[in-house]
């Protein structure tokens, strides 16, 4: 069964609660987004990290420590200024893995 995601009220929704591919609780399908099966809600792993770790399924960032959550994202300093990754293109992503990434601290 697939699950999605409200990104506009942060609701995760079952398939078949879907309101005609509307979120039943913003009812709008603007903000919705199709669940990766590695995605969860919470993994608890808060602590800032060195390196940003995609998603080999679905291109969204992923927790670096256990690899299997989607709960992160991602900052990348591109041009002298610190920027999100969400809504990056593909040929950008993969930019972004092709990168050497070195460990500062």
Known sequence: MD????????????EEDLEE???PVCHT???M???CEKDVVV????????SIVICEKCGEVICPTCGSHHTHFGISRVTG?????????????AE?????HYNIS
Do not use: S, T
């Open 3 to 14: 699950r999605y995601k409200c990104v506009g009220c942060c609701f995760i929704i079952n």
């Open 81 to 93: 200024y610190l920027a999100e990754v969400h809504g990056w293109g593909n040929g950008k992503i």
């Open 33 to 35: 987004k199709k669940m």
């Open 21 to 23: 591919g509307k979120c």
């Open 43 to 50: 993994c608890g792993h808060i602590d800032p990290q060195a």
């Open 29 to 31: 399908d603007l903000y």
């Open 96 to 100: 972004l893995r092709d990168r050497k």
